[in-house]
């Protein structure tokens, strides 16, 4: 399977689980409007586990699709070398406020 394919692939898996995600979010809201209050408990820790997941693997595989972006293009000029390390050092401080989160 070559690199379209795994983006494509990744693309469809993060709509997949943002979709259970959401359906667990009503079910959050639904468990409000009942005060079901250990339900709900259960319900936010299991969403919040969810999208904790979700975000994780979001971020690595953002990176790996924005890593290879920045490789695949072609330089010919310093211009071009000095914007790919711009948009890495870009990449590295979205990562560190992502990790302090």
């Known amino acids: 399977m070559n690199?379209?394919?795994n983006?494509?692939?990744t693309?469809?898996?993060?709509?997949?689980?943002?979709?259970?995600?959401s359906g667990?979010?009503?079910g959050l809201?639904?468990?409000?409007?009942?005060?079901?209050?250990n339900k709900l408990l259960t319900q936010v820790k299991a969403t919040k586990s969810a999208f904790n997941g979700f975000t994780s693997e979001l971020m690595k595989n953002l990176l790996s699709e924005c890593l290879y972006?920045?490789?695949?293009?072609?330089?010919?000029?310093?211009n071009c070398e000095e914007?790919?390390?711009q948009e890495l050092e870009k990449?590295?401080?979205i990562i560190t406020k992502f990790t302090s989160i």
């Open 24 to 26: 667990q979010i009503f």
């Open 91 to 93: 990449i590295n401080e």
């Open 3 to 5: 690199n379209i394919q």
């Open 11 to 21: 693309r469809k898996n993060s709509i997949r689980r943002l979709k259970i995600i």
């Open 69 to 78: 972006d920045i490789k695949k293009e072609n330089c010919s000029t310093e």
């Open 29 to 37: 809201i639904k468990l409000i409007e009942e005060e079901d209050c």
């Open 7 to 9: 983006i494509s692939e």
């Open 83 to 85: 914007k790919k390390t």
